[in-house]
């Protein structure tokens, strides 16, 4: 009889850390805020972490998706630009977004029609994943594709081995985190880009989570340290209402100023395919909002050249032109190597490179799979 893909994913796995182990076998998993209670035999609203036999197995010892993107694809502006990034997945999400664009790794086992993605994993090392790292001249590591809080267990080993040679690392998340777990990759970790879907919790019911979860997250992330990136797909009908930016722009505000907020523009995906494309008008409204709002850094995106000056990095204090881009090409690179804007001499929050001459320009500006 054929491998069924639960029972091939159950294979590559390993017994998890970030569970607390309850009475008749039953565990609550903490990786993400659902916290799931799950008995023996069951599994988590993510589907990749089960219990046997009051043991907490986890996903391990594979991806489902690799590729080396420009880091500005992620989307991170203020972490070392033009740089190349070695993307990874695994299989697996604790949301269920009906426009999401991964859906073939993050919905296996919750959809059918997603199990195919299952095809596509291939057993590896945190050893061989840095390997290829550095023969593809990518000083970065992100896990993305699918939700990497989930799966943390698996990329902090592959940080490990990045960070002692040299390399920094990054999570592509949707949030949905526990003051536990971010404390946990912390240390491996030098941004997290999180997802404000929207700023109203029935809207978040629908796509499997929790509104105040996120928020809590942005806020703790940006409190140990981490230098974290806000994304807000802003989706025709579902989250474009004025008031609703304005509400997410003053949230992030009254964090940090220095957060770099990216609203990108919507395509029709998966299960949602009804709602209309978003046009660069939304996203001009949408970041006028949060500039008005305060944020020193708003950024449109997915729509590159369609959007004047918004795919570009100024200067708060002075508004020199620092970086240039377009899409997800740097076309020029101004700040100092001491992360200075070279006009007014104020510094720039972010993680920049201590050698400007050596940033990449005018690259190729799209991912390519390994």
Same mark, same amino acid.
């Given at each position: 009889m054929a491998e069924t893909v639960q029972q091939r994913l159950d294979h590559l796995t390993a017994p998890g850390k970030y569970y607390e182990s309850l009475e008749d076998g039953a565990v609550r998993c903490y990786a993400c805020a659902h916290r799931c209670l799950i008995k023996p035999g069951r599994r988590g609203i993510c589907q990749v972490r089960f219990n046997q036999d009051g043991e907490l197995r986890v996903p391990w010892g594979y991806v489902a998706a690799i590729q080396v993107d420009p880091i500005e694809k992620k989307p991170f502006n203020h972490f070392l630009p033009g740089s190349d990034a070695l993307s %990874?997945? =695994?299989?697996? @999400?604790? %949301?269920?977004?009906?426009? @999401?664009?991964?859906?073939?790794? $993050?919905? /296996? =086992? *919750?959809?059918?029609?997603?199990? =195919?993605?299952?095809?596509? /994993? *291939? !057993?590896?090392?945190?050893?061989? =994943?840095?390997?290829? +790292?550095?023969?593809?001249? +990518?000083?970065?590591? /992100? $896990?993305?594709?699918? !939700?990497?809080?989930?799966?943390? #267990?698996? +990329?902090? #080993?592959? %940080?490990?081995?990045?960070?002692?040679?040299?390399?920094?690392? +990054?999570? /592509? $998340?949707n949030g949905n985190a526990t003051p536990e777990v971010l404390d946990a990759v912390a240390p491996y970790l030098s941004a997290y880009k999180i997802d404000l879907k929207s700023m109203r919790d029935k809207n978040y019911r629908q796509l499997g989570g929790v509104l105040q979860h996120v928020l809590d997250s942005i806020a703790y992330a940006k409190k140990i340290g981490l230098w974290v990136e806000v994304v807000t797909l802003v989706v025709p009908g579902f989250n474009d209402d004025p008031a609703e930016l304005w509400d997410a722009a003053r949230y992030l505000s009254s964090v940090s100023v220095d957060i770099p907020w990216h609203v990108t523009a919507y395509h029709p995906d998966y299960k949602m395919t009804d709602n209309p494309y978003t046009e660069s008008g939304s996203l001009q409204i949408a970041s006028e909002i949060g500039q008005e709002a305060g944020l020193n850094f708003v950024y449109a995106g997915n729509l590159p050249g369609r959007v004047g000056s918004l795919e570009n990095t100024f200067c708060p204090h002075c508004n020199f032109l620092l970086i240039t881009r377009n899409g997800y090409i740097v076309r020029d690179y101004r700040i100092t190597a001491q992360g200075h804007c070279p006009r007014c001499g104020k510094s720039i929050p972010g993680i920049w490179t201590n050698e400007p001459s050596k940033v990449r320009l005018d690259g190729w500006g799209t991912p390519h799979r390994i």
């Open positions: %990874f997945g =695994m299989l697996g @999400c604790d %949301f269920h977004c009906g426009y @999401c664009q991964n859906w073939l790794t $993050s919905q /296996v =086992m *919750r959809d059918p029609k997603a199990d =195919m993605g299952a095809y596509y /994993v *291939r !057993e590896i090392t945190p050893k061989k =994943m840095v390997s290829i +790292a550095d023969q593809q001249n +990518a000083p970065i590591l /992100v $896990s993305t594709y699918n !939700e990497p809080l989930i799966t943390t #267990e698996w +990329a902090i #080993e592959i %940080f490990k081995k990045a960070k002692q040679a040299g390399m920094q690392c +990054a999570y /592509v $998340s």
